[in-house]
């Protein structure tokens, strides 16, 4: 069984930073890929970041591209995204999730989802 657990997440004005991480459990799989969601009230869950396993390739949405940096521990199994220049729109729950299949921006093309972790950027 797989399990994802995030945590970091918080309070924060405009203008600041935050890390959250993402450990991870449990079976293999045959995808390299691991990434972050966010979710804003009313709104459907949204491609933030991946990352490989293997060689710390990434990808990111061009809304937080050169703000965001997602990183992986692979000794921890963690991921972790670091969100500087944070906006009051980056307020969301960011989720990790575990890539299956398919085009890498798509959300169900990921299995295996986090509880999430609430971000809020006051303005």
């Known amino acids: 069984q797989v399990q994802l657990v995030e945590s970091g997440g918080g309070l924060v004005q405009a203008g600041g930073s935050l890390r959250v991480s993402c450990t991870a459990s449990?079976?293999?799989?045959?995808?390299?890929?691991m990434g972050w969601f966010r979710q804003a009230p009313g709104k459907q869950r949204e491609f933030v970041a991946a990352?490989?396993?293997?060689?710390?390739?990434?990808y990111y949405a061009d809304s937080v591209k050169d703000r965001f940096t997602i990183s992986r521990d692979n000794a921890k199994n963690t991921v972790y995204l670091q969100m500087n220049g944070l906006k009051p729109e980056d307020t969301a729950v960011y989720s990790c999730?575990?890539?299956?299949?398919?085009?890498?921006?798509?959300?169900?093309?990921?299995?295996?989802w986090g509880q999430g972790t609430q971000v809020t950027v006051s303005s």
């Open positions: 999730a575990r890539h299956l299949n398919g085009y890498l921006y798509y959300r169900s093309s990921y299995g295996y």
């Open positions: 990352i490989t396993w293997s060689s710390g390739n990434t």
């Open positions: 449990g079976r293999t799989f045959s995808s390299d890929f």
